[in-house]
């Protein structure tokens, strides 16, 4: 990348205040948030509404205005849709503000943190391990490792020294550096890149991916379906042409599943804002769903079932070195090492300052896993893994090391050698130990039962050695054995044997995750570190911790802005939740969508017309699917959402539809027997669809609870009253007594017709679902 500085700020001082207000700042369009104009606009403007808007024109025409009911709940729908969106919006970018990333910045002499899109051009960036690059900037001093996959693909780090590039996208993984910004915001090289940096993916919905798929079957067969319906019928002069635009509006309303997407949308916003409740910002909408699924959650060690504040509990010098010399060596080493992780913050906390100057420094790295100092006269000193500084390793370190490990301890040796380059793996001779302890979080082994008892597996990974890692997740309560990645050749075998594992490089991170969704599993992710990167970003639903870098922040769907990790089992819930009573209250709709269709499809081969006005099809959907469909999506459901959501919805409509269908059927049948009029028999029709959807409605409350019963008795009532009442408005006409008898033979047979159909569908069509 050509990157040239046209104009040098000192690196002592930065910018002042009349530079800054004179420069470019780092501004771009934000699409992952819409503003208040698109919201209003996308629910306005949809293909439903504009339907409605044509079929409320075809029924306004006919004079028949009482039926126009549907444009008003049709509005009342948007703005519900509408009120609810900004509300969820509201709270969500309040809580991104605390989320918002940061960067360091040299101004005045003085180191500020500023959020990223006050950063201008020249400024003087102060890039360290974990953040994330969102300028195009040239390195002026010091030096620092990048890894830029987001932007080339390769996992592989990339050293920056003087002079060198840092791009926009990519994330520092060690050292730290001063970089002068040259370009910024839309003008930058990586900016389209950089648009889709959280996620090079789209998150799996099978929710999404469902709701489309019904969608785009109703539009596509509810408009030809109603034209060839309204043809038929006024080409065959049966009807007046105002009763053919009624029955065909009152048919093509039926199959719009309207309701369904409002329904999705404000339970996933609901969802979204109870999380926000707990401190946990939801940035990918629709992992809510992912989470319901999850039965394997991979867990980092450090920062995630522990705290992450390390502390130096041990030095061991193996009879070679004493304490006091382990400690000025290192006092020495961490005074000129960068390394700002929290081993490092424990070391330099323990050692305090040196006095040495050095020559020049290796800091850590995930991939080297060791970190060293090279001194005057070419003396090194290093601290890391054991397998990763020496070549031949010892017996009894190992068994010194295993002793310390096996107390939980996470050890590191001091050595000391000579390097070549940028390897610090060779012949270097061990001088010391050094046992470092992590703290488990407070009520860590009742959260990770909790994620047992819901029959989600947990896999503990770590880069730390095995036997450390082992301890420590025995302790918080993970079963399984544990094994070193190291030695690991088959990642898919390790995955299904193992559950705690230790010496993992980011790399495999990422290769297990993919091993364990190649295996069928949805995966969930949480991590702190630049190391959790590239799983985060292939896991189904990955999760960051508030206080950890930017760049898995960025990537991450969900952050615990407070590092709450007690707040999993309710995050779990709440995805459960929501998921299953959108699967439940989705029937209810559908019984509406797919009846309707049906009896079009009957219209135009059989019927002279559409049984239904439009008016009388409010009433069924009111009672039937509106209210209840929401009042039963804010209910509490934990159990494990499983199977495919478009055969549980269609297996579940399937009955109460064909019931529908079978009753007009039976009821044209008996049209000329019991000397029907057209508005008796639409009356006939309107009871006992009104009545089938209640009975419907009673099948998905089973079991029942007060809530339940409550609704229940109350959609009764509305249907009593409707039909009482409002008899005229709806266009209800008195029936002779031989069809009342034949209404309540139907009202009475309906309900236990409908438990057989439910039982024979819940035998084959929801067996395997």
Not at 109 to 122: C, F, H
Not at 584 to 594: G, I, Q
Not at 676 to 701: D, E, H, K, P
Request: with cysteine.
């Amino acid at each position: 990348m050509n990157l040239r500085i046209a104009r040098h700020t000192n690196i002592k001082t930065g910018l002042n205040d009349e530079q800054v207000l004179r420069s470019q700042p780092n501004v771009y369009e934000d699409k992952n948030s819409r503003s208040y104009k698109q919201i209003i606009h996308d629910n306005f403007c949809t293909l439903f509404n504009a339907i409605n808007l044509v079929l409320g024109l075809m029924v306004f025409i006919t004079g028949a205005y009482r039926n126009m009911m549907f444009v008003g709940l049709v509005f009342l729908n948007t703005v519900i849709g509408i009120i609810q969106e900004i509300r969820s919006k509201k709270i969500l970018d309040n809580l991104a503000l605390l989320n918002q990333q940061k960067a360091n910045v040299l101004r005045n002499g003085k180191i500020k943190s500023i959020p990223m899109e006050q950063i201008v051009r020249n400024d003087i960036l102060m890039v360290r391990t974990g953040d994330q690059i969102s300028v195009d900037a040239i390195v002026v001093e010091g030096q620092v490792e990048c890894n830029e996959s987001i932007l080339t693909g390769e996992s592989d780090s990339v050293i920056k020294k003087y002079g060198d590039a840092l791009m926009s996208g990519s994330f520092v993984v060690s050292g730290q550096a001063k970089a002068q910004v040259v370009k910024v915001g839309a003008d930058t090289y990586s900016h389209s890149i950089l648009e889709s940096a959280k996620r090079e993916k789209q998150y799996p919905s099978e929710l999404r991916d469902s709701i489309n798929a019904i969608i785009r079957f109703s539009t596509i067969v509810l408009i030809p379906t109603g034209s060839i319906m309204l043809i038929k019928q006024l080409m065959e002069n049966l009807v007046q042409w105002r009763s053919a635009i009624l029955s065909t509006v009152a048919a093509v309303i039926g199959m719009i599943p309207e309701g369904l997407v409002l329904l999705t949308s404000t339970a996933l916003a609901m969802g979204a804002v109870k999380l926000s409740r707990k401190q946990v910002l939801v940035q990918e909408l629709y992992c809510i769903e992912t989470l319901a699924r999850v039965d394997t959650l991979c867990l980092d060690k450090t920062g995630t079932i522990t705290q992450g504040k390390m502390k130096v509990v041990l030095t061991d010098g193996l009879g070679k070195t004493s304490d006091e010399e382990m400690q000025y060596i290192l006092a020495n080493m961490y005074s000129c090492l960068s390394d700002d992780n929290a081993t490092a913050q424990a070391i330099r906390t323990y050692a305090g300052k040196g006095d040495t100057h050095c020559i020049r420094t290796i800091p850590f790295s995930s991939s080297r896993k060791a970190s060293a100092v090279v001194f005057e006269g070419n003396r090194a000193y290093m601290t890391g893994a054991y397998s990763f500084i020496v070549n031949q390793q010892e017996n009894w370190i190992n068994e010194r090391i295993e002793s310390y490990a096996q107390q939980g301890m996470r050890v590191l040796v001091l050595a000391k050698g000579r390097i070549m380059g940028d390897q610090i793996r060779g012949n270097n001779e061990v001088i010391g130990l050094i046992g470092i302890q992590d703290v488990l979080r407070p009520n860590i082994r009742r959260t990770l039962q909790y994620f047992y008892k819901q029959n989600v597996n947990v896999k503990i990974i770590s880069g730390d050695d095995p036997r450390t890692v082992a301890a420590i997740a025995q302790k918080a309560g993970v079963k399984g054995r544990a094994v070193d990645m190291t030695t690991v050749k088959d990642i898919d075998q390790a995955v299904q044997t193992y559950s705690i594992f230790g010496r993992v490089t980011p790399e495999q991170k990422k290769q297990m995750v993919v091993a364990l969704q190649g295996q069928g599993h949805t995966v969930a992710m949480t991590g702190d570190g630049v190391n959790d990167v590239m799983a985060l970003k292939e896991a189904d639903c990955s999760i960051a911790m508030g206080s950890g870098s930017e760049a898995t922040k960025g990537v991450a769907s969900l952050v615990l802005l407070k590092d709450q990790f007690r707040a999993m089992p309710s995050i779990l819930r709440e995805g459960r939740i929501v998921i299953n009573n959108i699967q439940r209250s989705a029937s209810l709709f559908l019984v509406k969508t797919m009846f309707s269709f049906g009896l079009s499809l009957i219209t135009i081969f059989w019927f002279s017309a559409y049984p239904f006005k439009p008016i009388q099809l409010s009433l069924v959907s009111l009672l039937g699917t509106g209210i209840p469909g929401f009042v039963l999506a804010l209910e509490p459901n934990e159990e494990r959402v499983t199977g495919h959501f478009l055969q549980h919805v269609f297996g579940r409509a399937l009955p109460g539809a064909v019931m529908v269908i079978l009753s007009v059927v039976f009821a044209n049948l008996f049209r000329q027997p019991l000397q029907m009029s057209g508005a008796q028999f639409s009356t006939i029709c309107t009871i006992v669809a009104s009545w089938n959807s209640l009975c419907v409605l009673y099948t998905v409350c089973t079991p029942m609870t007060q809530l339940r019963k409550l609704l229940l008795i109350c959609m009764f009532a509305g249907l009593v009253i409707g039909l009482t009442l409002f008899h005229s408005l709806l266009y209800l006409v008195g029936l002779t007594f031989w069809q009342g008898i034949y209404v309540a033979c139907n009202l009475a047979i309906i309900p236990d017709c409908l438990l057989i159909m439910k039982k024979a569908v819940d035998k084959t069509f929801l067996r395997n679902a």
